[in-house]
């Protein structure tokens, strides 16, 4: 039992980590129909830039002073980098090619993603880098099961990013605007929403979610490598397709399944072969239902 | 004109500051506590300075201001097509085939070897042409078939002594299988829905390979692959024959030839068939096509098997070369190099995926000090070449007429 609940704690910080990168896929999907490949890259990056900042207040020796200061840091101008990246990524590799044929933008995104990720390895260098680790030893016991205080950070941290996410989209006039994007192109342009405007900021929000991720990830296993953005990030799209493609409710709780069915597929049936549960589980959702779990209408055209 | 030169300077202007911002974060800011500027300076002006010439020479052949170079260019192609026009094809064929006969007597080891590898990834590339650029569905997973090819070649060869003439067509014929498994689920979607789950399935063999221990030997590989045997005929004491062992490189190679040769013909016969042309109507419009009569699913399931058949037989001349075969060889990152050489060389067309691939294959090599540079290099020729050129170096040859294509 104890075992179980552990294990439930763990899929529950790896769930919502896969949730805010599924995130992005899902909103990007939504305005713009289109796989965004080079997503998992952004992941990496915000974990690359997460242990630059983090490692510079160290070497200042801020970090015993403020740690709430640099990982505020940290976090912030993570985030901002990846949003900055994300907004030319679209305006080089996506605008150009939106009227073109899918296999094209496809191409052109599979592209900027070997690009971005190869970019990081020659401006980063080949080997893991480490995380500052003197931040958050420990954590609370109760009875056997313990719970550290980064997996606490890591849980209120993505709960509140998903909070603010859902208020932004479902309260706000901008996130009224990008539904509208995502329904009708044209109609919405007629009322003066600006298309590209809006797509820019989609990318610029799902780059930055991802971007968080990638820091907590850092930190949660204590080292980031370039590539490490491949694998987390088809796991989140499948974590999408399971939620249904283009809701924005569905990736969250299709991130947490997905983290779930990963921890307890590693804990109860075998570790080696962790990363196939959630292959698996995407191509049984393609199969039996690709509108996935509360996904609405989908067109011919887009399955 | 004017006007277009101004936006297009703007764009570029906008670009390049944007790159330096993304630049100064990653290389300017250290553990240490220092922030530097230099290196990151340096390594745009670089930048700048290579992409600046690219583009005034972009600029200024728009402009026509190249007329200079571009004429003459033009009189050189029209001479020589001029003096190609004359022969027959075969005849074309017939030199291209002799210079690959004498190829690795001309050349050394090190040529060779290249070649070889030239030749193995002609045969993949063509494989993912039918794939890609005949049925249009974007496969990200291909090299899987390649690894189930070697693999059945090593562990056979390996665990139970079989030859290869008599794996060969068993490579291919798991590889077939395995790509119906892959594609029985995967063909009721389309596009990018395809692409991510053959992605994964990609992924499941690559991990397979890697933690199946009885059978593979997990990640540290198969040793000890027998290479390519044939019997020669001996006429020493009455008539016998003997075991040859191809070890060396020069006879291998005329066996990758025949290879390739045998994938070309396939491919091209296969292109300009009935099935060939079900192919394009699938990847020009699947519903008009189901209209018009094509069973789409078979022929989708048809395209995956074929382009699966010929990754296997590649996989396992593959297997018989190196003599060694592990996960490694058959990573994502093999997938996309494959899909770069077709898209670089124009999806569809046999001669651009045969220029494509030398171009991937062997420029590396006369490059090798921009070795690190190889896959930064390739993401970016993906992106360009959809940029500006879909149909790539050598655009395919359309079968037929389009109605909306005047006479």
């Known amino acids: ?303 | 004109m004017i006007q277009e030169f101004k936006k297009i300077w703007k764009q570029y202007a906008i670009g390049m500051l944007w790159l330096l911002g993304l630049l100064w974060p990653l290389l300017g800011i250290h553990p240490d506590g220092t922030l530097t500027f230099q290196k990151t300076f340096t390594v745009w002006l670089y930048i700048l300075a290579g992409t600046l010439v690219c583009l005034f020479v972009y600029v200024a052949n728009q402009g026509g201001q190249l007329r200079f170079i571009t004429t003459p260019v033009d009189g050189v192609k029209k001479s020589i097509s001029l003096f190609v026009k004359p022969f027959p094809r075969w005849v074309w064929f017939v030199v291209i085939f002799v210079l690959a006969v004498i190829y690795p007597q001309i050349t050394g080891r090190y040529a060779t070897d290249v070649a070889i590898n030239v030749l193995l990834y002609i045969c993949l590339g063509l494989g993912l042409n039918v794939v890609v650029g005949l049925a249009g569905m974007l496969d990200l997973g291909y090299i899987a078939f390649y690894g189930v090819g070697a693999y059945t070649y090593a562990v056979l060869n390996v665990t139970y002594g079989v030859g290869f003439w008599f794996c060969l067509p068993l490579a291919a014929v798991f590889a077939t299988i395995a790509g119906c498994i892959v594609g029985y689920p995967t063909l009721r979607m389309r596009g990018d829905y395809l692409a991510i789950v053959t992605l994964g399935f990609g992924e499941i063999v690559r991990i397979v390979l890697n933690n199946w221990m009885e059978l593979t030997n997990g990640p540290n590989g198969i040793l000890g692959v027998k290479p390519v045997s044939i019997l020669i005929p001996v006429f020493e004491n009455g008539f016998s024959f003997e075991i040859f062992w191809v070890k060396k490189l020069q006879f291998f190679y005329y066996f990758a030839l025949a290879l390739a040769i045998l994938v070309i013909i396939g491919v091209h016969r296969l292109n300009y068939s009935r099935i060939g042309r079900a192919w394009e109507s699938i990847r020009e419009d699947e519903t008009a096509a189901e209209l018009m009569g094509v069973n789409t699913f078979i022929y989708k399931l048809l395209a995956y098997a074929m382009g699966a058949f010929f990754a296997g037989l590649a996989g396992a001349f593959f297997a018989a070369r190196m003599r060694f075969v592990s996960p490694e060889s058959f990573t994502f990152l093999e997938s996309a190099m494959v899909l770069c050489m077709v898209v670089l060389g124009g999806m569809g067309s046999i001669p651009g995926i045969m220029l494509g691939v030398v171009a991937l294959i062997a420029l590396p090599e006369v490059l090798r000090d921009f070795e690190s540079y190889r896959m930064l290099i390739f993401g970016a020729t993906m992106i360009i070449m959809m940029l500006f050129r879909p149909a790539g170096l050598i655009p395919a040859q359309r079968v037929g007429k389009r109605s909306e294509e005047k006479e």
């Open chain 1, 1 to 303: 039992m104890e075992y179980f609940i552990q294990q439930l704690i763990n899929g529950l910080t790896l769930g919502g980590v896969y949730a805010l990168i599924a995130l992005g896929y899902t909103m990007v999907y939504g305005v713009i129909q289109l796989i965004n490949f080079a997503h998992g890259e952004f992941f990496a990056a915000g974990g690359y830039m997460g242990v630059i900042v983090l490692s510079y207040f160290a070497g200042l020796g801020y970090m015993e002073t403020h740690p709430v200061f640099c990982l505020t840091a940290s976090f912030a101008l993570s985030m901002a980098f990846c949003a900055y990246l994300a907004i030319g990524v679209e305006k080089i590799a996506y605008k150009p090619l939106r009227k073109e044929s899918r296999l094209a933008a496809l191409l052109s995104a599979l592209g900027m993603s070997i690009f971005l990720s190869n970019g990081l390895m020659l401006t980063q260098g080949v080997y893991d880098k480490a995380y500052p680790s003197e931040l958050f030893q420990g954590g609370l016991s109760f009875g056997l099961v313990t719970v550290s205080y980064l997996q606490m950070l890591i849980v209120c941290l993505t709960g509140a990013l998903l909070v603010g996410l859902n208020i932004l989209v479902f309260k706000t006039k901008i996130g009224m605007a990008m539904r509208a994007t995502a329904q009708d192109k044209t109609m919405s342009a007629l009322v003066s929403i600006s298309s590209n405007r809006i797509i820019s900021l989609t990318f610029a929000i799902g780059a930055g979610l991802a971007a968080a991720a990638g820091i907590m990830v850092g930190l949660y296993y204590g080292s980031v490598r370039y590539d490490m953005g491949f694998v987390p990030g088809i796991k989140a799209f499948a974590a999408a397709v399971l939620g249904g493609i283009g809701n924005i409710t569905g990736a969250m709780v299709g991130g947490l399944i997905i983290g779930m069915v990963e921890i307890f597929g590693a804990g109860y049936l075998s570790g080696e072969y962790k990363d196939v549960f959630a292959f698996i589980i995407l191509i049984a959702v393609l199969y039996f239902k690709p509108t996935g779990i509360m996904g609405e209408n989908i067109d011919d055209t887009r399955v």
